[in-house]
């Protein structure tokens, strides 16, 4: 495994990480670390550093992927729509039967069916399929 990508995993489990701790796990100078940081920010493959929730206040909350169908001249539109609710985590494009699949949480059960609700009547959706989460096995 390269250094930079080394470099990467150690940020993504622990953010906050120092160059000096960094440098250390990796057997590489503060200096190195620090440049090898600033180009990868630099050329945009890190966008920022942010926090990872504890899994046990993660486990209190409830998520559904939702997989969406859209008319095809509507899908930009959908996409903008979708992207402006809070609640959802994740909108990818995917093949096969649904176009998009997204990744919607809330606080209850109550109110994820309705986020799920506002994103299937959308106008340009033809249809949905949701998946509750029950319990998740690996979080990266």
């Known amino acids: 495994m390269k250094n930079e990508d080394r470099l990467l995993r150690l940020l993504q489990e622990n953010s906050r990480r120092t160059v000096s701790d960094l440098a ?10 620090q440049q090898a940081m600033e180009r990868l920010e630099r050329s945009g493959v890190i966008q920022g550093y942010t926090i990872k929730i504890n899994p046990h206040y993660q486990q209190q909350r409830v998520s559904a992927y939702m997989m969406i169908s859209v008319v095809p001249r509507k899908t ?23 176009d998009l699949i997204a990744k919607v949480t809330e606080s209850t059960t109550e109110a994820l069916d309705q986020s799920i609700d506002i994103i299937a009547t959308l106008d340009g959706v033809e249809k949905t399929l949701s998946h509750i989460v029950l319990s998740r096995k690996v979080d990266r």
Do not use: F, H, N
């Open 24 to 33: 250390q796990e990796l057997g590489l100078s503060r200096a190195t670390v």
């Open 76 to 98: 930009a539109d959908i996409i903008r729509q979708i992207s402006k609710q809070p609640q959802v985590d994740m909108l990818c494009t995917i093949s096969g039967q649904y």
